[in-house]
């Protein structure tokens, strides 16, 4: 089992920058992949970035509004997983969670399912005015 926690979220001005990290514990060998999805009210939750732990391999969805603002990475050695999100606007207000599994198959076969994803954090709203 692994257990996920994310921090960093908070209030921020249109305009500027975020960093949102997800630590992972429990049996962490196990995370075959790790991903950060959103959410708005009502509204099924939707892929932000995805990485691949044993080659740091990342993916982030064209039609996503991040596409080209969002950078995603990892500290392996702190089973950690970082989102750094620029440029945020009004439309990136959310809640961000950080998502994980053990099959890379189906990650990379479904990468942008929340299905594909076995375990998942509390969450973290991130708010931009």
């Known amino acids: 089992h692994v257990q996920l926690v994310e921090s960093g979220g908070g209030s921020v001005q249109a305009g500027e920058s975020l960093t949102l990290s997800c630590a992972a514990s429990?049996?962490?060998?196990?995370?075959?992949?790790m991903a950060w999805f959103r959410q708005y009210p009502g509204v099924e939750r939707e892929p932000v970035a995805v990485?691949?732990?044993?080659?740091?391999?990342?993916?982030?969805p064209d039609y996503t509004s991040v596409k080209g603002r969002v950078t995603i990475t990892q500290d392996t050695a702190r089973n950690t997983v970082v989102l750094q999100m620029n440029s945020l606007e009004p439309e990136d207000t959310a809640m961000y969670y950080c998502?994980?599994?053990?099959?890379?198959?189906?990650?990379?076969?479904?990468?942008?399912?929340?299905?594909?994803?076995?375990?998942w954090g509390q969450g973290t709203q991130d708010t931009v005015s």
């Open positions: 990485i691949y732990v044993a080659d740091g391999k990342t993916y982030v």
């Open positions: 429990g049996d962490t060998a196990s995370s075959a992949c």
């Open positions: 998502a994980a599994d053990s099959n890379r198959l189906r990650c990379e076969l479904r990468p942008v399912v929340p299905e594909a994803y076995r375990y």
